[in-house]
């Protein structure tokens, strides 16, 4: 496996969970200032790594 492989693969997890949280935000909802501010949430620990 090479170095690109292996990168792709550790980064399969993190861009995952990210698209995970991002959709839990979205679905079903109005965006609203709430949703917005969720989604800020989502973003700001998603930048330096810990979960809300």
Same mark, same amino acid.
């Given at each position: 496996m090479g170095l690109f492989d292996k990168l =792709? +693969? /550790?980064l &399969? =997890? @993190?861009r995952t969970g990210f698209l #995970? =949280?991002?959709d839990q935000v979205?679905? #079903?909802k109005k965006i609203d200032d709430t949703t917005i501010d969720e989604f800020e949430e989502v973003l700001? @620990? &998603?930048d330096i /790594? @810990? +979960?809300a």
């Open positions: =792709k +693969e /550790g &399969s =997890k @993190t #995970g =949280k991002v979205f679905q #079903g700001i @620990t &998603s /790594g @810990t +979960e």
